[in-house]
């Protein structure tokens, strides 16, 4: 059976069920009989739902984040590269920016990057990594809850409710107060 068809269209099987499935359709005919058996058979079909960034996909062709850009590239004078899609587009920007921010940075320093950042990172080392060490400490501290919760060490209701609010008030206002007094 080619992609896309469905058993239905085959004449030789009639399909008598069709099961939805989250990753597609399992199509069921009718029972039958082989010639070269007297068992009763029946075809199972599975069809995949189409994704809706699939290029083969008919309803994802007409969105119109998916305008068809054709960008050329000659290559040994061979090689034609086609790009599709508003993701693309979006990576075309991002090289585009990236090349104007080099430019600039010749025309403003003489050098293609100013690396004053590095010195800001090399003099604030240890605060950074403390400042890590805290945000990884504090996603530790979200997964004992939820494993406290999943495993019945407290209810929900009032009591993780609480702990919750607490803990995101205090990781908020504690990391707001970081960034101010740094």
């Known amino acids: 059976m080619a992609s896309g068809e469905t058993p239905s269209s085959h004449s030789a099987y009639k399909v008598d069920d069709r099961f939805e499935t989250t990753n597609g359709t399992l199509y069921l005919s009718k029972p039958y009989r082989s010639t070269s058996s007297k068992k009763l058979r029946a075809l199972i079909s599975f069809v995949p739902r189409n994704s809706t960034f699939d290029m083969n996909n008919e309803s994802s062709n007409k969105n119109e984040f998916r305008v068809c850009l054709t960008l050329i590239l000659f290559v040994n004078s061979i090689n034609v590269t086609v790009f599709q899609g508003f993701f693309t587009l ?34 604030d080392a240890i605060t950074l990594a403390l400042s890590d060490g805290v945000l990884v400490l504090s996603t530790g501290v979200c997964v004992l809850f939820a494993k406290g919760l999943r495993n019945g060490w407290m209810k929900y209701d009032w009591t993780g409710v609480i702990l919750q609010h607490l803990l995101q008030t205090t990781i908020l206002f504690g990391a707001i107060s970081w960034t101010f007094n740094r």
């Open 90 to 123: 979006f990576w075309m920007s991002l090289f585009i920016f990236t090349l104007q921010s080099y430019v600039r940075g010749i025309e403003t320093h003489g050098r293609p990057l100013n690396l004053h950042f590095a010195t800001m990172f090399s003099q």
